[in-house]
């Protein structure tokens, strides 16, 4: 079974400092998404990597890719209170049909402090 | 452009009550659909997806049924619902074929009481 696990769990961390999120999935996948979740809201797209050693960065956020670690890393840098959200990788399997269904991770609650 | 609606944002039922929750994408013909959950404080789970009109595929066993009674519309349902129940769910359609971004919509929060 395909399993994808994010660490940690809840990060609680000061404005201006710099933090990784980590998520490690059981099994060979091509793609690697990661999202933003506010409270109550849907998921955001934050980054869609797609092959090993792809980094993408945007703003405060970025991302990469080791496929050969089933390793993928969102790195936070000098953080600030709007950052904070609950952070979901997820990767794709395919499905009987030929379309494809995501498997997520635990999320990551991130708490941004002034 | 493409979009996605989901009808209600928010849902209150009791436990035993029905359910019918719905999607309809814009801007596109015959898209995958697929329906997820997010019990609180946990990640999303895929329920049902659907390739085509009137095919429904389902992943997990539970107390829901999914319909997709036109192109573009995917209709989650239950006969009584169970506390279990309550949750998050979103809705998401890729492309048609072999797609394997998805969109997800804006989601509906369902409180079981």
């Known amino acids: 079974e395909l399993k994808v696990e994010q660490n940690p769990l809840f990060l609680s961390m000061q404005e201006g400092k710099n933090y990784t999120i980590y998520c490690n999935y059981s099994?060979?996948?091509?793609?690697l998404y990661w999202y933003r979740q506010d409270p109550g809201k849907s998921l955001e797209s934050l980054f869609v990597?797609?092959?090993?050693?792809a980094v993408k960065q945007e703003g405060r956020l970025m991302a990469s890719l080791d496929t050969k670690a089933r390793l993928s890393t969102l790195h936070i840098t000098a953080a600030v209170h709007d950052l904070s959200a609950t952070y979901f990788c997820?990767?794709?399997?395919?499905?009987?049909?030929?379309?494809?269904?995501?498997?997520f991770g635990t999320g990551t609650r991130l708490k941004v402090l002034a | 452009s493409q979009t996605i609606h989901q009808w209600p944002a928010t849902l209150v039922q009791p436990v035993g009550s029905p359910l019918s929750l719905e999607c309809t994408v814009e801007?596109?013909?015959?898209?995958?659909l697929y329906w997820y959950r997010q019990a609180a404080g946990r990640g999303l789970q895929l329920l049902f997806y659907?390739?085509?009109?009137?095919?429904i595929s389902s992943e997990v066993p539970q107390n829901l049924s999914a319909s997709r009674p036109q192109d573009r519309q995917f209709i989650l349902s239950s006969k009584k619902l169970l506390l279990s129940d309550s949750g998050f769910y979103l809705c998401?359609?890729?492309?048609?074929?072999?797609?394997?971004?998805?969109?997800f919509g804006p989601g509906t929060r369902l409180t079981v009481t």
């Open positions: 998401a359609w890729s492309p048609a074929g072999l797609s394997w971004e998805q969109y």
């Open positions: 099994t060979t996948s091509d793609r």
């Open positions: 990597l797609l092959s090993n050693g």
């Open positions: 997820a990767v794709d399997t395919p499905l009987n049909s030929g379309t494809y269904k995501y498997i």
């Open positions: 801007g596109t013909s015959n898209p995958n």
């Open positions: 659907s390739v085509g009109i009137g095919q």
